[in-house]
């Protein structure tokens, strides 16, 4: 085995990561941020290649022992972005896509902490989807 960091890689794989997270599509690509240090950067930086997967309009119906969801997952390459104008950009339209009422609070917290804020872009390759809506 080797070691990557503190975690140990088989055979020159990394280990599979999922981790919830926000994110935004923008122009086709998936955005997400996180802190400049961590698992998912130290996965990222020994493989480009990710997976992602989201799901939207979860509605659990205990009586049917079912769910009514869209779900989709994304295989493509994550980098971290480190262009300025493309970090503003993505987070901004985080903030717009998850504080839309409060844009003041938004802008406060890109002057805040956008220097301690590291942002990934997903470029996709591959999209597969599945739903189940109920009747």
């Not at 119906?61 to 480190?82: W, Y």
């Amino acid at each position: 085995m080797k070691k990557f960091g503190s975690r140990c890689l088989e055979s020159g794989g990394g280990w599979p990561y999922g981790v919830p997270l926000n994110h935004v599509v923008v122009d086709g690509r998936i955005y997400v941020h996180c802190a400049q240090v961590g698992h998912k950067l130290e996965n990222l930086a020994f493989e480009s290649k990710v997976s992602f997967c989201a799901v939207a309009h979860a509605e659990v119906l205990p009586a049917e022992l079912a769910t009514n969801f869209e779900s989709a997952v994304v295989f493509g390459r994550g980098i971290l972005v480190s262009e300025e104008r493309e970090r503003r950009k993505a987070l901004g339209a985080l903030s717009a896509r998850f504080a839309p009422h409060h844009p003041a609070e938004g802008a406060e917290a890109m002057r805040k902490d956008f220097d301690r804020t590291a942002v990934l872009r997903i470029t996709p390759e591959h999209v597969t989807g599945k739903a189940r809506r109920g009747e």
